[in-house]
């Protein structure tokens, strides 16, 4: 068995701002496994919240001991994160390779369909969220970035932008539970259908109690599915991402978890490219919400790439990934 890592980095379509910061690049860690006649690839998008840079991860992935590599060992040596999920996401591609089956057969899935994903407008100025959301109101599902005490303005612009659309909001931990609780009914007023992550993760056991007219999605706050027990009363609904499960398998479980326990369950991801979307799509399946909407904010993507059309984000070809 042999891994590689390399540095990619694509140009997004415009600068995308969230209340941590903006970016005009995605920078993403590219792995392959090969055992000699097989080859597989994943993507992995290292994020600073979680302490992870482009460096250390590869050094995890470089540093890993591949003697009896499999997906399960793969559980043990490494720990949940991007490190992870390259090579948990490059091993799947590779076993669907040398079986000669797609992904979704090897883990006893039904052929995935395509599903309609969120669109991300970034934080900006309420005029600038306006315009952003009037040229995408089009799209069934917006995702809205916010995070700041003066978000009001900015859900007024992007409903009046987009009148039909449904409405997701991401604070990123950026508020507190004052500025929670004078938002929430507003929330419900301008036809909003979720919150993600709206106190920071440290900080949430304020929602214990605390009416929640619209759902709260946890995300800084759940990664895998050991983390699923520190939600009870504080959220509704769960986002997976495969940079925080560290892989398609232990997304896998965490679906199932969170279902079996009531969560409703939202499939997201970082800013990548579609090879980071392609397993993703997998655990979008009959989910309550997706947003895998990366490439679409790329200037640039992979060859191959997924395919986003009125149907929504349809599964990958095989050329591409599983």
């Known amino acids: 068995m042999r891994v590689s890592v390399t540095a990619d980095v694509f140009k997004l379509a415009q600068v995308f701002t969230i209340s941590r910061g903006s970016r005009s690049e995605a920078k993403v860690l590219t792995v392959r496994v090969e055992d000699g006649a097989h080859r597989g690839w994943g993507e992995c998008v290292p994020y600073a919240r979680y302490g992870e840079t482009m460096e250390s991860v590869a050094a995890q992935v470089e540093g890993l001991d591949l003697a009896g590599l499999t997906r399960g060992s793969l559980l043990e040596r490494l720990p949940a994160g991007a490190a992870r999920n390259a090579v948990d996401c490059a091993l799947w591609d590779m076993e669907a390779k040398a079986a000669g089956k797609r992904v979704w057969e090897l883990a006893g899935l039904p052929a995935p369909k395509p599903e309609v994903t969120a669109y991300t407008l970034s934080l900006d100025t309420p005029e600038a969220m306006e315009a952003q959301a ?147 799509t ?39 990934w599983g």
């Open 134 to 280: 009037a040229k995408n109101a089009f799209r069934p599902l917006l995702k809205i970035k916010l995070g700041t005490p003066d978000d009001m303005a900015r859900l007024e612009a992007v409903r009046r932008g987009a009148p039909v659309s449904t409405i997701i909001v991401d604070a990123n931990e950026g508020w507190s539970a004052d500025v929670y609780a004078d938002l929430a009914p507003h929330l419900v007023r301008l036809g909003v259908a979720l919150v993600e992550q709206p106190l920071p993760a440290g900080e949430d056991e304020a929602l214990i109690g605390m009416e929640r007219p619209v759902p709260v999605c946890a995300d800084e706050s759940c990664h895998d599915s050991a983390t699923l027990a520190g939600l009870k009363g504080k959220y509704d609904v769960v986002n997976i991402k495969l940079d925080k499960t560290g892989g398609l398998t232990e997304a896998l479980r965490l679906k199932a978890a969170a279902l079996a326990e009531g969560y409703g369950v939202m499939v997201g991801c970082m800013v990548g490219s579609s090879l980071a979307m392609a397993p993703a």
């Open 282 to 320: 997998l655990i979008a399946q009959g989910v309550g919400y997706t947003d895998l909407d990366g490439p679409l904010l790329l200037a640039e993507d992979r060859d191959q790439a997924l395919v986003f059309d009125a149907a929504g984000v349809h599964p990958p070809e095989a050329a591409l």
